[in-house]
Structures are given as C-alpha cells and as structure tokens.
C-alpha cells in the first residue's frame, strides 16, 4: 500500500520543518517527505491548504474496558480518537478489573488486538488493585506488554511504598506516572477551594493537595534515578515545582490537559456537572500559569485525560455525580482555539506539545514525520470553524463541557500505520 | 419591574429590583393574615408540592400555610417514605411530579445545587427551600422584611452576621440580598468559619464580636450546625458561647437599638443566651410571621411568571 499525501503544510517539530510539502508512505512507515514528489501511488491525498502533521499521542485516556462497557469501550475510544487526530492513545490502568497483572493485560491486549481502530498502549498499575497498599509485580508487568505504571486516580500515599515503586519500576524499565493528590487534604472536595467555592456552596480542593504530592513525588523519584511523568497538572505551584526540579536536572516530564488551559473554575456556572473534574478546574491565574508552562516547556505534553461516564453517573446532584470528562474529539480544536489563536505556541511548538513529546516520554517511534516513523499522520483544516455538538460525539459517553462551544480546526484525514482509518 | 423568573435560586441571581418586587409584594399579602378569613384565591386551583429531602419542620409548615393561604392545594411529600429511598434520581422525581400537573415544587436539599439541577430540567416552577450550604432565599427574604419593617430601611445599615458563615446556606443569601441592597455587611466568626473569598462579595469579615457590635444595628445568627460537623474542628461550644455567644452585657455595650434575629432553630446557651433569645431586642418570632407573607410572595410570582411563559 502506497499513499501520496500532496501539497499541505507539514508541521514536523522534530526535523524543524513547517513548510508545504508531499509526503509519500510506502506500507506502514514514512518513506519520503519533500518538494513535489513525482511518484506512484495507490491513494493521493490532495492536502492543499491543510496540516500535515504526525498523529496526536495521547498519554492519558480512560478506555473503561473492561468491565464498564456502558461508559466506553476500546473501539468506541479509538474510533473517537481516529476521528480527532489522535493515532496512540495510553490506556489507563483503573479499569475493572485493573491493570495489575499479566493475566489482565494479555486480556487487555485481545481486546485491542480484535476492536482497536488506532493504536493502544497499556498502562499497568503502580499497586495491586490500585490499592496503594501491596506493589504489583511490575517485572511481569513489562513482559505482559505494559510501558508504564500508574494508580492515576489515586496516589500511593505510603512514602516507602513509593519509593520502592520508583526503583522496582526503574530495573523493570517502565516510566512512571503519578496522579498527584493528597486525598487527606483534598477530601471531600469538588471543586476548587476558593470564593467559587463558597459561592457555591460545594466543598473546596485546595492546590497545596496537588502540588505537596508532586513535591514528595519529584524527591522520592530522584532519590531512586527513577524517571516520572506528572499527570494532569492543573495549578501554577505545580509548573513551579516541576520547572525547578528539571532545572536540578530530574528526569521529570508532565502533562496537562487542554481544559486546564481552556477553562476555569468560574466556568462552573449553574453547576454543570461535566465540569467537575479531578483536579478540579483552578483559577485563571492558574490557567496562566499552564499556558506559560507550556510555552516554556515546563510542561512538556497535552493529554486529554479522557473520562467517560454515564448520564446516569452525571445528571444528578453536583456533590454525588462522578469526577472527569470526555476530551478524545475536543483536544486539538480546543487546543487550536486557545493556543494557536491566541498566539502562546506556534504550530511545530504545539503538534511537538500533542505527538513528539509523549513520543519521545514513552519511548516509542512515533511523533515524528522523519523517513521511517511510523505512518501515523493527521491531516486538518486549520482554519474550519465547527460547534461541538453533543449528537456528533463518538464516544460512548458524552459528558464533555465543551458542548455548545464554537471551535476551530477539523480533522479530515487520520492515517494510522499507513491506513486511512478516519476521512471526514 | 416586572417579574420574569419561573424559578427562585437563590438571592445571588436577584436583581436588587427584583429582590424589592418580593418584598413589595409580601407587604401586600402580609395583611391576609390578619384577616377572619385568612385566604385569598390568587392560586386556587393550583398545586405546591413539598418536597424535602432534609428534615425541616418550620420551613415546610411557613410554605404550606403561605401556600394554603393563596388556596393552593399542598402535598407533603416525606423522601424517607416514597421511591427516593429506591434509588429515583432526583431529576426522575421532578419529572414525575411535573406529570401530576403540580404547579409548583418547593424543595429543601442537602446537596447544593440540588435545586439549580432540578428547575433546568423542568418546566414547572421550583422554589428553593435551602441547598446544602448554599442559598435559602426565603430566609434571607424574611430576614430582610423584617429588617426594613423594623428599622425602616435597608441602605446603609450596619449588618452583622455572626456564626458558621462557611457552613451556612443563611449567611449565603443574606449576603447577597443585604448588599445588593446596599446595607454593610460584617461577618462575625472564628478564622475557621469563615469561608475563602467572601469578601469578593462586598462583605466585610471581623473575629471580634464586641467590636462588631460597636456599630451593627443588627445581628442575624445563622445555625451553628453542631450537629452536621465534626467537634474536633470546632472551637468547644462553651468556648465558642464566651467569644462569639450573644449574651445581654454584650447586648447591653451594643449600639443602641440593635435587633437580634435567627432563622431558628436556637441552641440557647451555645449561640445566645435564654435572656437575649426572649429579649426585647429579639424579634426572632416576628420573623416567623414575616416568613408566610414572604413565602406568599414568592409562591405567587413564580407561579405569575410560569403562567406568562405559555
């Protein structure tokens, strides 16, 4: 199979090329990107006037299968993500069951290998059960398949567990990646604390129990050599701490997700539940800080943190409904909306932010349009303004805050290993 | 002004306009109640449903006389009894009440926001009878009616709200509907009472009573909800009665004139002391009267508006 992808903008951050160009892809891999290729090819793509740019990575999504297949499911995410750009995604562990032994991953992996439409990475438990309180046997882990730990949901609140977490992931070669709360001084919280908060009248979740547990985290991590990825950093003390600690030279990275940027708390108008999230939304201070982080790569990656639930799950009183939202088919128009329009990254900075970044954190061939990476490529039109809207959602779930909002960017092509697997 | 609201929130989403409407509007139907014959026809035919998630005895009477003194028919419905207790969303519920061609429902709830999420799902009318910690409208109302009917006006009083401030859905409304019309606010608590941000709304915040009261001409006592929380957070009781406590000599060095009120129930000895509760300074029981014309207001001028809407 051979596909000539003619005439668009190729954003390629890690080659440093922004220019029109062809692409040529020769089976599953990137054969040729130049100037007016005069070559064969089964398939030519006319991408003029459009983006040319690799497949987003997705480090962060809730797959929910197996066992809550009413939310979503593998081919519904990957369909949803095919649909938006989106060519790997990192399937989180806390599925049920979880992502703590072999026997449950090689379950995953069928799964994937049957209904998967992009490609899925598996993430396997930092603790068995996800209960912080016994360590998963992280070698047979990485020999099932999994590239990285998390108990994302929890964080493992026992120093020493952790610690020890770090070195045995370390020998075993998987990445880290820590969900960041300190539940003793979160709580009951809902929101975040402060006058929305009151205002509100909903319990408040302060920042101190997101960025004390990146603090401990980041010193436990460099104790032991061991890398770490910060998940879902939401508040400006975060970026502060893990701009410092790189500076130190800690092999940390993290991610954000695009409503830490997009979104505040005082979004939270007439309580709508979809914007309950864990972090929650902080303030616009914060989302300054994010937006600064990302532009000065203290923050390094744009996950979306996608979390289905139900509307049974989240059309009910604010303090009782689930925390998280969708965000596979919102992320990149979001994105463009918010950072491109605004002028905060450029576009080789943002598809280096979306795809090279959480590439190169998980240590796989992908991100990149250079000769041999694999054909995983998007195709947008930059500039086609669309409003999300709740009918057109892939996902089996559709608690997504965005719904209604007037956006910019739309995918029209999704090639993953070198198939056509979405056309607008 | 003109009524246009189907559903009453809360005071924070009240023009101060809208907020003198009720007011104007209770001083017309407070006389009813001193009638022989105290009921008007203004929502005969026309049914308020009572629906309490929270125990609460003198909220739901005060509506359901207002209610009944506007000939409205009054259904109580109790949750621990009905199919709440089988798991309905709160959502179903109002549905099923809406297609029983009720009218009106009147809902108190211990989660906040609980009544925001039910009026944007119907098309009846809902009336917030407390959320959570967040907004009793017809409290602070009564509150206020009581205020101005006793000191004349609102603007530019000195207004100080003593007690659990962060825990209190009271303090909340009273906040808004006090400085929107124009009265100072002071909130009088421990640190750990007070909740972040408050004074983004205008209010301002003092842990000393005495000083409070140099120049407060009134003091509104929310609950202290001794009974919700944890002890151990909170100063001891008896601690808490000698630095924050309303008692006669610190009544007796206030400003003269000052009134004392409280939306009940009173935890005698622990908030104030028997002699101020029964005082001459307390018009706590005056309240209670203001209560029904104000709930007689709001019944009526939702049910006004909703009716516009067809």
């Known amino acids: 199979m051979s596909i000539l992808i003619k005439n668009g903008r190729v954003i390629d951050p890690a080659n440093k090329i922004d220019a029109v160009l062809d692409v040529f892809i020769q089976d599953d891999k990137i054969s040729k990107v130049a100037k007016n290729i005069q070559i064969q090819a089964e398939i030519i793509i006319d991408a003029d006037r459009k983006i040319v740019a690799p497949g987003i990575v997705d480090m962060h999504v809730h797959l929910r299968e197996p066992g809550r297949e009413d939310k979503e499911t593998v081919a519904s995410a990957t369909a949803a993500a095919a649909k938006s750009g989106i060519t790997t995604v990192l399937a989180m562990p806390n599925t049920q069951p979880a992502m703590d032994c072999a026997e449950n991953i090689e379950l995953l992996r069928g799964i994937i290998k049957r209904t998967a439409l992009v490609n899925v990475l598996i993430c396997g438990t930092i603790t068995r059960e996800r209960l912080g309180k016994e360590l998963s046997d992280l070698a047979a882990l990485k020999k099932s398949g999994a590239i990285a730990i998390s108990d994302d949901g929890s964080s493992v609140d026992n120093d020493k567990l952790m610690l020890e977490a770090f070195k045995k992931a370390k020998q075993a070669g998987l990445l880290t990646i820590c969900h960041c709360e300190d539940k003793k001084l979160s709580g009951k919280g809902v929101i975040n604390l402060g006058f929305n908060s009151t205002r509100l009248g909903l319990r408040g979740i302060s920042n101190a129990s997101e960025y004390q547990r990146v603090s401990r985290d980041i010193e436990l991590a460099q104790k032991c050599g061991a890398s770490l990825h910060i998940a879902h950093v939401s508040c400006k003390e975060s970026v502060d701490i893990i701009a410092a600690a790189k500076q130190r030279g800690v092999q940390v990275t993290c991610e954000t997700a695009p409503h830490y940027f997009a979104l505040t708390e005082e979004d939270i108008i007439d309580y709508d539940t979809n914007m309950k999230i864990n972090p929650p939304l902080r303030t616009k201070k914060d989302a300054e800080a994010i937006k600064a982080g990302l532009k000065n790569m203290a923050i390094d990656a744009i996950a979306s943190d996608h979390a289905p639930h139900t509307e049974n799950e989240k059309d009910i009183e604010f303090d009782r409904a689930e925390f998280g939202k969708i965000g596979l088919e919102s992320g990149l128009a979001v994105s463009i909306m918010e950072l491109i329009d605004k002028k905060i990254l450029n576009w080789q900075e943002l598809v280096e932010r979306l795809a090279l970044n959480p590439a190169k954190i998980l240590g796989i061939n992908k991100g990149t349009l250079s000769i041999g990476a694999d054909a995983d490529i998007m195709i947008v039109d930059a500039d086609k303004e669309f409003v999300l809207e709740k009918k057109k959602i892939v996902s089996k779930s559709k608690n997504s805050p965005f719904i209604g909002r007037k956006v910019k960017g739309l995918v029209e092509y999704t090639l993953c290993s070198g198939k056509i697997v979405y056309k607008n | ?310």
């Open chain 2, 1 to 310: 002004m003109l009524w246009t609201k189907k559903d009453l929130l809360g005071l924070e989403y009240l023009t101060a306009g809208e907020i003198e409407l009720i007011l104007a509007t209770a001083e017309s139907f407070k006389e009813v109640s001193t009638r022989e014959i105290k009921k008007v026809p203004a929502l005969r035919g026309k049914t308020a449903v009572n629906l309490f998630y929270e125990p609460s005895t003198r909220t739901r009477v005060s509506f359901e006389v207002a209610a009944k003194r506007l000939s409205a028919d009054v259904i109580n419905i109790a949750t621990e009894t009905s199919s709440v207790r089988k798991g309905e969303t709160l959502i179903d519920t109002g549905k099923n009440i809406q297609a029983l061609k009720a009218d009106i429902i009147i809902m108190r709830h211990n989660c906040s926001g609980a009544a925001n999420i039910l009026a944007r799902s119907l098309d009846i009318s809902v009336v917030n009878a407390g959320d959570g910690w967040h907004e009793h409208p017809t409290q602070a109302l009564l509150d206020i009616f009581t205020l101005k009917e006793k000191l004349g006006k609102i603007k530019g009083l000195n207004v100080a709200i003593v007690g659990d401030i962060a825990h209190s859905r009271v303090a909340r409304s009273n906040i808004w509907g006090l400085t929107k019309l124009g009265a100072k606010v002071t909130l009088c608590a421990p640190e750990m009472l007070l909740p972040p941000g408050i004074e983004i709304t205008g209010a301002k915040t003092s842990t000393n009573i005495d000083e409070v009261f140099q120049t407060a001409s009134l003091k509104n006592y929310p609950h202290r909800h001794f009974e919700k929380h944890g002890h151990e957070s909170f100063p001891a009781q008896l601690d808490y009665f000698k630095r924050f406590g309303i008692t006669e000599e610190r009544l007796a060095k206030a400003k003269k004139g000052i009134i004392v009120m409280h939306p009940g129930p009173i935890n005698r000895g622990i908030e104030m002391s028997s002699g101020v509760a029964d005082g001459e300074s307390s018009v706590i029981l005056e309240q209670v009267t203001n209560g029904i014309a104000i709930r007689m207001a709001v019944l009526f001028l939702v049910n006004q508006a909703r009716e516009a809407r067809r």
